[in-house]
């Protein structure tokens, strides 16, 4: 059976760290899941994975293990071989039917991995069966319900996450005892969410997103105010802290289908403002010398008062007045794809050999 390239790179993703993905998007270099890779280089990464157009193969030149997807899957995902080859042809079976099913509708809804197992008994092809298995705030049900809710109300108050946001904390199932962080349409129904570890637990990964198309399930898309700017962040929780004009590209990459939207659904500036880390830096650089709308965006730099934060939220956290206007910090330090490209190379934060990236950036501006 061939592997879906989109179901590799998600998987690639949200299971390896510091993993970057060659020019053309078919191989992966990560440090490694098995063995954890160098211990005296942090940033060094030994764990290839290549696509080999459909039959994914996998070495780590750490450990010297390697072996075919099903191999490496069941090794993440703690599954049995066959367990593993299972889910993979659930998943893979949905996305046809998915396919099929937006032909049909043209309504874009997100499918999960586990969706065979749950479609069974929910009869539904978004994620509001994942309602059934949390617990908000405002529940009470028993001791274990409060332990949980603890955790969650601790999450939502140091996060400072406005009420108008709904998040939740799973207790049962595949995402057990992680903060569910969901993307709601218009009608009020989960299409996507992040599930991400309670702070201070040893769950790995520290993200366990569900494996589904996820370029169109926007954040905030029936709010949209197109008189203003839309603001896209790595993350749900630092697009929280702007309010109805923030979204999400749920993870570092931008796909040129994800901004084609956003400039579709704004007469403003759509303003690119990732974290502040070394990771997303290079996946900023990506996109700026890659994807053909680079130069029709704006981007943020974060101003030399705040250049110490990791990323929007922690900001907000700081900030215990709250006197600071997030969408308005942002909209007023950004600037356009010559500007940022220029003092961003100054400062040596985009990725990447400087001649290539000029070579890139010709190409790039050739092709307007």
Same mark, same amino acid.
């Given at each position: 059976?061939?592997?879906?390239?989109?179901?590799?790179?998600?998987?690639?993703?949200?299971?390896?760290?510091?993993?970057?993905?060659?020019?053309?998007?078919?191989?992966?270099?990560?440090?490694?899941?098995?063995?954890?890779?160098?211990?005296?280089?942090?940033?060094?990464?030994?764990?290839?994975?290549?696509?080999?157009?459909?039959?994914?193969?996998?070495?780590?030149?750490?450990?010297?293990?390697?072996?075919?997807?099903?191999?490496?899957?069941?090794?993440?995902?703690?599954?049995?071989?066959?367990?593993?080859?299972? $889910?993979?042809?659930?998943? $893979?079976?949905?996305?046809?039917?998915?396919?099929?099913?937006?032909?049909?509708?043209?309504?874009?809804?997100?499918? @999960?991995?586990?969706?065979?197992?749950?479609?069974?008994?929910?009869?539904?092809?978004?994620?509001?069966? *994942?309602?059934?298995?949390?617990?908000?705030?405002?529940?009470?049900?028993?001791?274990?319900?409060?332990?949980?809710?603890?955790?969650?109300?601790?999450?939502? $108050?140091?996060?400072?996450?406005?009420?108008?946001?709904?998040?939740?904390?799973?207790?049962?199932?595949?995402?057990?005892?992680?903060?569910?962080?969901?993307?709601?349409?218009?009608?009020?129904?989960?299409?996507?969410?992040?599930?991400?570890?309670?702070?201070?637990?040893?769950?790995?990964?520290?993200?366990?997103?569900?494996?589904?198309?996820? $370029?169109?399930?926007?954040?905030?898309?029936?709010?949209?105010?197109?008189?203003?700017?839309?603001?896209?962040?790595?993350?749900?929780?630092?697009?929280? *802290?702007?309010?109805?004009?923030?979204?999400?590209?749920?993870?570092?990459?931008?796909?040129?289908?994800?901004?084609?939207?956003?400039?579709?659904?704004?007469?403003?500036?759509?303003?690119?403002?990732?974290?502040?880390?070394?990771?997303?830096?290079?996946?900023?650089?990506?996109? *700026?010398?890659?994807?053909?709308?680079?130069?029709?965006?704006?981007?943020?730099?974060?101003?030399?008062?705040?250049?110490?934060?990791?990323?929007?939220?922690?900001?907000?956290?700081?900030?215990?007045?709250?006197?600071?206007?997030?969408?308005?910090?942002?909209?007023?330090? @950004?600037?356009?794809?010559?500007?940022?490209?220029?003092?961003?190379?100054?400062?040596?934060?985009?990725?990447?050999?400087?001649?290539?990236?000029?070579?890139?950036?010709?190409?790039?501006?050739?092709?307007?």
């Amino acid at each position: 059976m061939s592997i879906d390239l989109q179901f590799l790179t998600q998987f690639m993703l949200q299971n390896f760290d510091q993993t970057t993905v060659s020019s053309n998007g078919t191989h992966f270099l990560s440090r490694c899941f098995i063995c954890g890779d160098s211990k005296k280089n942090p940033y060094k990464k030994r764990f290839n994975m290549d696509w080999n157009n459909g039959v994914p193969g996998w070495h780590c030149w750490n450990c010297g293990r390697h072996g075919n997807f099903y191999e490496i899957y069941s090794i993440v995902k703690g599954l049995s071989y066959d367990d593993a080859k299972k $889910e993979i042809f659930t998943f $893979e079976s949905s996305q046809k039917q998915y396919k099929k099913n937006i032909k049909r509708r043209g309504d874009l809804k997100a499918v @999960s991995i586990n969706s065979q197992k749950e479609e069974k008994e929910k009869e539904e092809d978004d994620f509001n069966w *994942m309602k059934d298995k949390c617990y908000t705030i405002d529940d009470e049900d028993g001791m274990l319900c409060k332990q949980y809710i603890n955790h969650l109300s601790k999450f939502i $108050e140091d996060r400072k996450i406005p009420e108008v946001y709904k998040i939740y904390i799973c207790h049962s199932g595949k995402y057990k005892g992680r903060i569910i962080i969901p993307i709601f349409n218009e009608r009020g129904r989960i299409i996507y969410f992040q599930a991400r570890r309670i702070p201070n637990t040893k769950i790995e990964p520290k993200y366990d997103n569900p494996v589904a198309p996820k $370029e169109l399930c926007i954040l905030n898309r029936h709010k949209f105010d197109r008189d203003k700017d839309i603001i896209v962040h790595e993350g749900l929780i630092d697009a929280f *802290m702007v309010g109805n004009q923030g979204t999400s590209c749920l993870g570092k990459e931008l796909s040129e289908d994800l901004i084609k939207e956003l400039l579709s659904l704004t007469d403003k500036n759509v303003i690119i403002a990732l974290d502040n880390d070394a990771e997303a830096y290079k996946a900023l650089s990506r996109f *700026m010398l890659k994807n053909k709308y680079a130069q029709k965006v704006k981007y943020f730099l974060y101003p030399k008062e705040f250049r110490g934060y990791d990323d929007i939220n922690s900001i907000v956290r700081s900030n215990e007045k709250g006197i600071i206007n997030i969408y308005k910090l942002i909209t007023q330090n @950004s600037v356009s794809y010559s500007t940022a490209y220029t003092i961003l190379s100054i400062q040596k934060l985009l990725g990447g050999n400087r001649d290539e990236n000029n070579s890139d950036r010709k190409r790039l501006h050739k092709s307007k």
